[in-house]
């Protein structure tokens, strides 16, 4: 029995592996490290807070850090949770539809999911209220919300008196896009204002007035998705302050039909008041231009990504120019990819500050406008910076407004930074969802740290690195982390720099995840810098959390090298000979003649390329793979072991030009009969010393690989072990274990002839079934494999 579930276990492991390594080849980009959601946990990196059986609406979710809490709206509930730990001291408000209001919801034929209220605005009103709003079962309604705390205690209530309609300011259907910021007790909002979802609108909603987009009118909005907005001062003149918004719409071909899809960035003056006889309630200063995002072709064609995901408006000092982030996919059924671009505020005024654009009918192209432009210049501000002739929008000329109503379109575009995306994923089933972007000071400049969440639960973390020489960029995958243990789409990454933590929204929860984990990537100068992470740098003793120059003066010299990750230069005369290494043990591994062994070699970085050296009488050749050996990511699998494969086999790793030694394995042979003599007499003793650690045992799998480490026993399984290689075969997709049990005790271990089946498995012939099985791309065992 040990015999049968030992070979059960080498030919699992052998099929694991096989598979293993064809998933990581799939995959275009690897990150330097891999951290499961179990990982992130047991690092006590994140926290989870799981709003149990409430479904989250984590669109809505609202950092306040003046009382250290995250808000985080939800199905018939709000949240407050704690920053410091999500999942400690949450605070809860029950905000539910009544049962006439649900009932009227049914009457007009809505499904019973749809007929409860669900937060889609959540603002800071004032240091004191929240503003939220709610759909209401079909019937919007808003709500102040009082936070802050006393001496003893959190402050997190509803104020009831303050209950009014929702109407303009929140969407009727829960799924309705809708951006929304706040600024100055004004509520600035994209949104469709209506049940049936016709009139998409830009608003603004104060206690007096209610300002919007014209209705009706294609030529401003034409089914717009609204995706983010961003209140952005132009100077020191307040009455200067624009509000942008950042939508997708439908562009019009000359029969009138909706044509291509279009990233629009678009704005409005904060102080606009609209027009005194016409435009009346209506924005006098809409503007609106296209956001390029493309990759230049081979035959000249780009390719456009002009569906935009999300945006991510990155604040600098004096918030006048921050950088906006664009995360994009392709509107074509053919090509299927996802990019990021990068745009300057200079650029996005010097559009606004460009030619108008024109066409004489709708079937024209759009040619610049060259007649006049009435003065002041439409789509300008009553501010003092633009001459302070006018206090109001509502004191300019008609002539003005009549302008702005039929030229909303600037001819010239927005293009990104460089020219091109800093981040292209062209393949890949994963889908990119959210971006949020974090600005970090390193030796060498700053750098962009960009945080993507996927439609599958993961956070990228990732840098960009523009070279100037060869006009190119440099995608670097640092960490890749699995924040939810089940699979689902993020919906909404929210940084805080202060606190170096994210908070990371999807309907099963909100993580916190701790944005660095210097001392994950190695305990050597060279892992550090390899990293190329600008958190981090090597202080002498360990890698650590990097503070430029001046934080802390008395600092000693720090070794980083985010641009090159150059570790031969720096950490030169730090690196530690092979002989030196403390770490470098040299393992004995015993095969067994005709058996499959493994030697286990993986590195801490998933970038590095391992070669495995085989050292015979003073030289070393390089192990190269065949039919029998083969170079796996968890090391180098001998199918069948022959005496003349003993020796010392060193495992090194390259990345960067940095070439080190993981390990020295050296390999033992034992020949079949006195193995088998040995099982025989164990199993003649009692049955726990047959389990005893066995000397051709695979041992734990090291390093912070995605590898299933904890699930792999340190020897060979006893009888007491089944347990292990059950949950083993469901981890590899075969759910059912007592199948394949009986099948091992029919094929191995019952019948001494059929025992020669095994041989199949285990042999180039079984080896040729598992390439098969790699080219289906899956982890998945298929059941007629294994009854075959
Ligand atoms: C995580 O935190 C717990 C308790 O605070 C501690 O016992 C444990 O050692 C920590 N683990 C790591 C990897 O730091
Ligand atoms: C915030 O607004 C509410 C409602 O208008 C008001 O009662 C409260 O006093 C305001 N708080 C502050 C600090 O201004
Ligand atoms: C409405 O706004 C005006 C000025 O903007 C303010 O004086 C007034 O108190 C506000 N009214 C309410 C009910 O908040
Ligand atoms: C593995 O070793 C055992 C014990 O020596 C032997 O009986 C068996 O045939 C070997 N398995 C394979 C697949 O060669």
């Known amino acids: 029995m040990a015999e049968c579930i030992r070979t059960v276990y080498l030919t699992m492991m052998l099929l694991y592996l096989v598979l293993l390594g064809k998933a990581h080849t799939a995959q275009s980009i690897?990150?330097?490290?891999?951290?499961?959601?179990?990982?992130?946990?047991?690092?006590?990196?994140?926290?989870?807070?799981?709003?149990?059986?409430a479904s989250l609406q984590p669109q809505t979710m609202l950092l306040d850090e003046s009382h250290d809490r995250i808000y985080v709206g939800a199905k018939n509930a709000l949240f407050s949770l704690s920053l410091d730990q999500v999942n400690t001291h949450h605070r809860e408000i029950q905000w539910a539809s009544t049962e006439s209001q649900i009932e009227e919801c049914l009457m007009k034929g809505r499904e019973k999911s749809e007929c409860a209220n669900y937060i889609k605005v959540l603002q800071?009103?004032?240091?004191?209220?929240?503003?939220?709003?709610?759909?209401?079962?079909?019937?919007?309604?808003?709500?102040?919300?009082?936070?802050?705390?006393?001496?003893?205690?959190?402050?997190?209530?509803?104020?009831?008196?303050?209950?009014?309609?929702?109407?303009?300011?929140c969407p009727y259907d829960p799924n309705s896009p809708s951006t929304s910021t706040l600024s100055r007790g004004e509520l600035y909002i994209g949104l469709y204002t209506d049940y049936w979802e016709n009139d998409g609108a830009f608003c603004r909603l104060n206690n007096q007035t209610y300002t919007r987009t014209e209705r009706d009118d294609r030529q401003q909005l034409n089914e717009p998705k609204f995706v983010g907005s961003a209140v952005i001062p132009d100077n020191d003149d307040r009455d200067d302050d624009k509000v942008y918004f950042f939508f997708t719409e439908r562009e019009m071909n000359a029969e009138g039909v909706n044509k291509a899809v279009y990233t629009r960035v678009g704005r409005i003056c904060a102080n606009d008041q609209g027009g005194q006889r016409m435009l009346v309630n209506r924005w006098s200063s809409f503007l609106k231009?296209?956001?390029?995002?493309?990759?230049?072709?081979?035959?000249?064609?780009?390719?456009?990504?002009?569906?935009?995901?999300?945006?991510?408006?990155?604040?600098?000092?004096?918030?006048?120019?921050?950088?906006?982030?664009?995360?994009?996919?392709?509107?074509?059924?053919?090509?299927?990819?996802?990019?990021?671009?990068?745009?300057?505020?200079?650029?996005?005024?010097?559009?606004f500050n460009g030619p108008f654009a024109y066409r004489e009918r709708p079937e024209h192209h759009w040619t610049p406008y060259e007649g006049r432009v009435p003065y002041p210049r439409p789509g300008s501000c009553a501010s003092k910076v633009n001459g302070g002739g006018f206090s109001s929008s509502k004191e300019f000329p008609d002539e003005v407004l009549r302008f702005v109503r039929s030229h909303p379109v600037m001819y010239r575009p927005v293009l990104p930074q460089h020219q091109r995306p800093v981040l292209l994923q062209t393949e890949g089933r994963r889908k990119l969802t959210q971006i949020a972007v974090d600005r970090v000071q390193a030796q060498d400049g700053h750098y962009h740290v960009l945080y993507i969440g996927t439609d599958d639960s993961v956070v990228l973390k990732v840098i960009t690195i523009y070279n100037k020489d060869t006009d190119s960029m440099e995608e670097v995958l640092l960490e890749e982390l699995q924040v939810f243990k089940v699979p689902a789409p993020i919906r909404e990454i929210i940084i805080s720099p202060k606190r170096q933590q994210l908070y990371v929204g999807s309907e099963v929860g909100v993580a916190q995840v701790r944005l660095h984990q210097c001392d994950l990537y190695g305990s050597e100068c060279a892992d550090c810098c390899l990293a190329r992470d600008p958190y981090c740098a090597w202080d002498g003793l360990t890698c650590s959390r990097y503070y430029p120059a001046g934080v802390y003066p008395k600092r000693r010299f720090r070794?980083?090298?985010?641009?090159?990750?150059?570790?031969?230069?720096?950490?030169?005369?730090?690196?530690?000979?092979?002989?030196?290494?403390?770490?470098?043990?040299?393992?004995?591994?015993?095969g067994v003649e005709s058996n499959s062994t493994l030697l286990e070699c993986v590195p801490r970085s998933l970038q590095a390329k391992v070669l495995w050296f085989l050292q015979k009488d003073e030289e070393k050749h390089?192990?190269?793979?065949?039919?029998?050996?083969?170079?796996?990511?968890?090391?180098l699998l001998f199918l069948r072991v022959r005496s003349s494969d003993a020796g010392v086999y060193v495992c090194q790793t390259a990345e960067h030009g940095y070439v080190h030694t993981l390990l020295r394995i050296s390999l033992h042979v034992l020949r079949g009969e006195r193995v088998e003599s040995a099982i025989n007499r164990a199993n003649e003793g009692d049955g726990e010393k047959a389990a005893a650690p066995c000397p051709f045992s695979l041992g734990p799998l090291p390093g912070p690989s995605s590898s299933p480490r904890a699930l792999v026993p340190s020897s060979v399984p006893g009888p007491h072990s089944r347990l292990w290689y059950k949950e083993f075969l469901q981890l590899i997709g075969y759910g059912d274990a007592q199948r394949v049990e009986e099948y091992c005790e029919r094929v191995w271990c019952s019948d001494k002839k059929r025992k020669k089946g095994k041989r199949k498995y285990v042999s180039p012939g079984g080896e040729k079934r598992g390439k098969g099985r790699r080219e289906e791309n899956s982890h998945r065992v298929p059941r007629q494999t294994l009854d075959a």
């Open 30 to 53: 690897y990150p330097r490290i891999r951290l499961s959601h179990n990982e992130l946990w047991q690092l006590n990196r994140t926290w989870v807070f799981q709003a149990h059986g």
């Open 622 to 635: 390089e192990v190269r793979g065949d039919e029998r050996v083969i170079m796996t990511t968890h090391g």
């Open 559 to 590: 070794r980083q090298d985010i641009r090159h990750g150059n570790a031969v230069q720096l950490c030169n005369g730090l690196q530690m000979d092979d002989e030196q290494r403390p770490r470098s043990e040299e393992r004995r591994v015993y």
């Open 124 to 169: 800071q009103y004032n240091q004191t209220h929240l503003l939220v709003c709610g759909t209401g079962a079909f019937n919007p309604v808003c709500v102040l919300v009082r936070v802050g705390h006393t001496r003893q205690d959190k402050l997190f209530s509803l104020e009831e008196d303050s209950i009014m309609s929702g109407r303009g300011r």
């Open 289 to 351: 231009t296209r956001l390029i995002c493309s990759v230049a072709g081979p035959n000249g064609i780009d390719t456009h990504f002009d569906e935009l995901e999300d945006v991510f408006v990155l604040k600098n000092k004096d918030g006048k120019n921050p950088e906006i982030f664009g995360l994009f996919s392709t509107t074509s059924a053919v090509f299927k990819g996802f990019a990021v671009c990068v745009y300057h505020m200079d650029d996005i005024r010097a559009a």
